[in-house]
């Protein structure tokens, strides 16, 4: 559920419409179809390969985790104030054949702070069946983001954009409490002497 708020599909859709205006039935189709597919895939890598990122440049767990849930601040913050400006693209890209990967997928939907709270769970996580659980959840997730696009107007037009900011500001709420419990805990973690 907190990673689901963090990718936030439904407070997400008025840039969804913004992005796909331009496109026919069928291409929405085909871009919804492309972003639930690499909405799983980026999830996946970032959860099963992330850590050894990390071991790689030498970064010691609780400093991402610091740094992770000052990111995931940041996200809540902005749904606070429902500015999504962070996340799009350069106004000056005029090309949108791929937009299903880029921006949909990345930064929109699983952007740097879905990727950190991934990693920081797969840490200590060695079983093979609990990974599995997790990309299982991957897939649910990528489902309920694909109804959510394929749903969009419908969203749009029943609740209308207060109804969608109201959601948004919620799940925001829910995701800078949990960003405040994390940065408690890694820094108990880097500097011992606050707890």
């Given at each position: 559920m907190i990673l689901l708020?963090?990718?936030?599909?439904?407070?997400?859709?008025?840039?969804?419409?913004?992005?796909?205006?331009?496109?026919?039935?069928?291409?929405?189709k085909s871009i919804t179809l492309k972003t639930c597919c690499a909405v799983v895939i980026l999830l996946s890598v970032s959860f099963l390969f992330g850590r050894y990122v990390l071991v790689f440049f030498g970064i010691k767990m609780a400093a991402?985790?610091?740094?992770?849930?000052?990111?995931?601040?940041?996200?809540?913050c902005t749904m606070l104030v429902n500015n999504k400006k962070s996340f799009l693209y350069?106004?000056?890209?005029?090309?949108?054949?791929?937009?299903?990967?880029?921006?949909?997928?990345?930064?929109?939907?699983?952007?740097?702070?879905?990727?950190?709270?991934v990693i920081i769970q797969s840490h200590n996580i060695t079983a093979w069946q609990v990974k599995l659980i997790f990309i299982g959840e991957f897939v649910v997730i990528a489902v309920l983001v694909g109804l959510t696009l394929r749903l969009?107007?419908?969203?749009?037009?029943?609740?209308?954009?207060?109804?969608?900011?109201?959601i948004t500001q919620t799940m925001g709420i829910l995701l800078g409490s949990l960003a405040i419990g994390l940065i408690a805990d890694a820094l108990k973690l880097l500097l011992p002497g606050l707890s």
């Open positions: 708020a963090i990718i936030d599909p439904i407070g997400n859709i008025p840039v969804v419409m913004v992005l796909t205006e331009n496109k026919s039935v069928d291409e929405y991402f985790e610091l740094v992770g849930s000052v990111f995931l601040l940041y996200v809540a350069s106004d000056a890209l005029e090309e949108k054949e791929n937009i299903a990967f880029i921006p949909m997928t990345f930064p929109l939907l699983v952007g740097p702070a879905a990727m950190s709270f969009s107007k419908s969203f749009l037009e029943k609740l209308g954009k207060t109804g969608i900011k109201f």
